[in-house]
């Protein structure tokens, strides 16, 4: 079962997935209260309980406005060495606010001074259950479900310093798709196809095995020091593939189109325009 989250009647509601319909189940931050409980509950409403149609909501991430979102950068041997850094040791970590996120179809500004946007599709977890100090067994079941992500990046901001975060936090940079839970999403480990298209040429294509970093690894390394909430996000990163590194660079312009297709997650659709856009952040 497929969850998006919705703005209706002025709340923020999410909403179970079935056909052109979307059956509303609990204010956001209810349902990562008890998420486990709102998926159980999902399946008696799809059955016949109330629904509206998508064209009556408005989607919104599915992820509470308290929520960390962590990426990992350089998760990929592959995109480590297109980029001429080593294999690192551990996680390279960095935050986005959520302030930054948004959903698909929702069109993403190149900000002014930027020859374009980066394109980084990948696979987005979201913790389920508080995580502190947990080992990666535990850290494995905390893990609620996925979705596909983009990480658009704006490289000038992102490399006027030893820092990432300028450059990983643009306006409505951070398109999400809807949520898959982990029983239908499937097991990272195993494999899954990480496709990245611009204006439908393919410019990504990557399979979660890949990874230096499983994402149990990741919380648990993470829950070491920070402890983990319910609606958190974890960006496991970007296969090979990005276009600052091409010769010439290839970067994401006005009028562009980029699309995240994975398996079993779906396609995420991404419109880029003007700095003009960001008169609606």
């Not at 079962?1 to 956001?28: C, E, F, K, N």
């Not at 962590?70 to 959520?98: K, M, Q």
């Not at 394109?119 to 067994?137: C, F, I, L, T």
């Not at 990504?204 to 920070?226: C, E, H, K, W, Y």
Request: aromatic share 8%.
């Amino acid at each position: 079962m497929q969850y998006i989250g919705i703005t209706h009647d002025g709340a923020a509601w999410v909403a179970a997935l079935a056909d052109s319909r979307v059956h509303p189940l609990a204010p956001v931050q209810d349902f990562w209260a008890d998420a486990a409980g709102w998926q159980e509950k999902s399946l008696s409403l799809t059955a016949g309980g109330a629904s509206l149609s998508r064209l009556d909501v408005t989607e919104v991430p599915l992820v509470p406005p308290t929520a960390r979102v962590i990426c990992v950068g350089l998760n990929y041997r592959a995109h480590a060495a297109e980029g001429s850094f080593s294999v690192p040791e551990y996680p390279t970590l960095f935050g986005r606010w959520t302030a930054s996120l948004s959903v698909g179809n929702v069109p993403a500004p190149v900000p002014a001074g930027e020859a374009g946007l980066d394109w980084e599709g990948e696979v987005a977890a979201y913790v389920g259950q508080r995580v502190e100090s947990a080992d990666e067994a535990t850290a494995a079941e905390a893990v609620f479900g996925y979705s596909t992500f983009n990480d658009l990046t704006a490289r000038r901001a992102q490399k006027l310093t030893a820092q990432w975060t300028l450059g990983k936090n643009g306006d409505f940079s951070g398109p999400l798709g809807p949520l898959v839970s982990r029983d239908e999403a499937g097991d990272l480990r195993e494999g899954l196809q990480v496709r990245t298209r611009v204006n439908g040429t393919e410019v990504q294509n990557g399979n979660t095995r890949d990874m230096i970093f499983s994402v149990p690894a990741i919380i648990a390394l993470i829950s070491q020091t920070m402890t983990l909430h319910p609606g958190d996000v974890i960006a496991t990163g970007t296969p090979e593939g990005v276009g600052y590194v091409r010769t010439p660079p290839w970067l994401l312009q006005p009028g562009d189109t980029v699309e995240v297709e994975i398996d079993t997650l779906g396609t995420l659709t991404t419109p880029v325009g003007g700095p003009s856009l960001r008169a609606r952040a």
